[in-house]
T-cell receptor, first 116, second 117 residues
Framework: AQKITQTQPGMFVQEKEAVTLDCTYD???????LFWYKQPSSGEMIFLIY??????QNATEGRYSLNFQKARKSANLVISASQLGDSAMYFC?????????????FGKGTTLSVSS | GAVVSQHPSRVICKSGTSVKIECRSL??????MFWYRQFPKQSLMLMAT?????????EQGVEKDKFLINHASLTLSTLTVTSAHPEDSSFYIC?????????????FGPGTRLTVL
């Protein structure tokens, strides 16, 4: 079974609108971390936001927020006020345990296209 | 955040040759480094995990004799693709974890695009 599922291969949004990118995960660990990364066409992985499994508040970083619903095992990324520069591939990832020495497991990604 | 570099950023080689890719943590000591492979429009797939001074742990299906990983120091890991073939053409990304700026996080390199002719 897939550990990270991103069901939206592509999403389209207009500038200044908000968009939600879906992510569900599967783990039997109680301790885990959830990440979102942005990958533009250059290929670099840009860290956006992190949510720990024990964090009670949803994580926010500027225009990015993570809608964490633990019981449903979902960790959707919300981008508010989309900008043209937000067009990129977005990956949800999970690390089981809280040790940085554990590899991330990535979803298949969602390509976001922002139009003017 | 901490900086991880990769060299080269892009390489084109002939089939049958070997290619070495370097991954360096520039401002922190990386106790663990990870190597990922990414085909166009696809996800990052973990190839192997390496800890400084010990042998790398390879994921199932990754040939350790073909993808040689060396993590000889706390700031450098290398991936050597031996006897490269066109199907090895891919984007290779490393990430490094260690104590950087007070957080024990993972930081990604910019990636290396390998094309085998």
């Amino acid at each position: 079974a897939q550990k990270i599922t991103q069901t939206q291969p592509g999403m389209f949004v207009q500038e200044k609108e908000a968009v939600t990118l879906d992510c569900t995960y599967d783990t039997s660990d109680q301790s885990y971390g959830l990440f979102w990364y942005k990958q533009p066409s250059s290929g670099e992985m840009i860290f956006l936001i992190y949510q720990g499994s024990y964090d009670e508040q949803n994580a926010t970083e500027g225009r990015y927020s993570l809608n964490f619903q633990k019981a449903r095992k979902s960790a959707n990324l919300v981008i508010s006020a989309s900008q043209l520069g937000d067009s990129a591939m977005y990956f949800c990832a999970m690390r089981e345990g809280h040790q940085a020495g554990t590899a991330l497991i990535f979803g298949k990604g969602t390509t976001l296209s922002v139009s003017s | 955040g901490a900086v991880v570099s990769q060299h080269p950023s892009r390489v084109i080689c002939k089939s049958g040759t070997s290619v070495k890719i370097e991954c360096r943590s520039l401002d922190f000591q990386a106790t663990t480094m990870f190597w990922y492979r990414q085909f166009p429009k696809q996800s990052l797939m973990l190839m192997a995990t390496s800890n400084e001074g010990s042998k790398a742990t390879y994921e199932q299906g990754v040939e350790k004799d073909k993808f040689l990983i060396n993590h000889a120091s706390l700031t450098l890991s290398t991936l050597t693709v031996t006897s490269a073939h066109p199907e090895d053409s891919s984007f290779y990304i490393c990430s490094a974890s260690g104590l950087a700026g007070g957080t024990n996080e993972q930081f990604f390199g910019p990636g290396t695009r390998l094309t085998v002719l």
